[in-house]
């Protein structure tokens, strides 16, 4: 991996509590507090934003630990320290869309290094992987990272990373963070997860083995449909020093406003994922019980393959459901009739959503490798919400009737 200068001070908010007392802390409390004020100029208890592109020196080289708002500024610095102790990280690095944050991670590979990833990925990520870095001379194999022997096989000597996605999207399966790892680090490879389905509330790969955790915080992190952003986070000093000379160097850093909504929005990430869970737990019992539908796909029901595993990884089983009807039109015709659920992209807010993935949001990837990974044409993914749990129960069955 290339190596250079880390241009970004270590600056933070003067009124930062110590690392110690913030180890201390619940998370609603870190999310609330952490990186976020009061003010010690003004006093006001929310995040100022520093929308300044530039920083006044006091002399040549000496100046309050900015200069420039694409190497830093205050306002992501605060987010940067709110989602590092979320994450339970040392370091956080902010992006300006998920795809920012993993572009920049991989522009740290070279030609000719390999990376195994899960095959059931977000189709964003495997069209960076398959019609992008292809074409700087990165190699890719696909793999059902929950069978190990699989990952095995799939290594090589030239493998630096494995790319994980647990729960996945869309299929909602479960990969075995910690045993991958071993296997990974074993062939000295990193192990990277997209957390973004769990959210830091719910799952933490750090602390089971992971090297680097990436986010869309687009999503659950922001919450509100509102701002697009992303995420690495990592516990190396190594590859923080690596990622921060990139992260200035490529330039996909967020804006200081949409750093100041991702901080609001975060502030009650605890609070609308366990109503979210709680709505998706209910929700995909319903749908089992449903003739229209042949298969549920949700890590909390006792069909899961690996609940067993991700009871153990995660605090709950998260707010995405998928579900297979019988074909394409069927999943065309409950899309259609639904009244709550929005049909759209994207995911992790508080209004629900509903959307067909083989026409939306993975058709980037091949019908071919759709179907290798088991998405097929009847499937619709379900972002659950914040709502009242018995009226998208209610508005899912008209839906398939």
């Not at 090589?156 to 075995?176: A, H, Y």
């Not at 609940?307 to 605090?315: D, G, I, N, P, S």
Request: aromatic residues 6%; charged residues 20%; proline residues 6%.
């Amino acid at each position: 991996m290339n190596k250079g200068p880390r241009p970004h001070p270590a600056a933070s908010p003067p009124t930062s509590p110590a690392s110690g007392e913030v180890k201390s802390w619940g998370f609603s409390t870190r999310a609330l507090h952490v990186g976020q004020g009061p003010d010690p100029a003004t006093g006001a208890v929310v995040q100022p934003i520093h929308m300044a592109t530039t920083f006044a020196q006091q002399g040549v080289g000496k100046h309050k630990g900015f200069e420039y708002s694409r190497t830093g500024n205050p306002t992501r610095n605060a987010l940067e320290e709110c989602l590092a102790a979320l994450e339970d990280a040392r370091h956080c690095l902010a992006f300006a869309s998920g795809l920012g944050a993993e572009t920049t991670l991989l522009l740290m590979l070279s030609p000719g290094d390999h990376v195994v990833y899960m095959e059931d990925v977000y189709g964003g990520t495997f069209r960076l992987f398959d019609k992008v870095l292809k074409r700087y001379g990165l190699t890719f194999s696909a793999v059902d990272a929950s069978d190990l022997d699989a990952v095995e096989k799939s290594v090589t000597p030239q493998t630096k990373m494995v790319w994980l996605e647990s729960p996945t999207n869309p299929l909602l399966r479960v990969v075995d963070i910690d045993a991958v790892s071993e296997v990974a680090h074993s062939h000295g490879a990193l192990v990277c997860v997209d957390n973004t389905f769990a959210t830091p509330y719910l799952q933490q790969p750090l602390h089971l083995g992971a090297d680097l955790v990436v986010h869309s915080s687009t999503k659950y992190i922001g919450g509100h449909s509102d701002v697009v952003g992303g995420s690495i986070m990592t516990n190396s000093d190594e590859l923080e020093k690596q990622l921060r000379f990139h992260q200035n160097a490529v330039g996909a850093v967020p804006s200081p406003f949409d750093c100041w909504l991702l901080l609001r929005g975060v502030k009650t990430l605890a609070l609308r994922v366990e109503r979210q869970s709680e709505n998706a737990m209910e929700l995909a019992s319903a749908l089992q019980r449903n003739k229209a539908v042949k298969r549920v796909f949700y890590p909390g029901l006792d069909s899961h393959p690996n609940r067993a595993v991700a009871a153990r990884q995660m605090r709950m089983f998260g707010g995405m459901v998928s579900f297979e009807v019988a074909d394409e039109p069927a999943a065309f015709r409950t899309l259609e009739r639904l009244k709550i659920f929005a049909l759209a992209e994207s995911l992790g807010a508080v209004e629900s959503l509903a959307e067909h993935p083989a026409r939306m949001t993975h058709a980037s990837i091949p019908a071919a490798e759709r179907e290798r990974a088991g998405v097929g044409n009847g499937l619709i993914r379900l972002s659950v919400g914040v709502e009242d749990v018995a009226d998208l129960i209610a508005d899912l069955e008209y839906a398939l009737t």
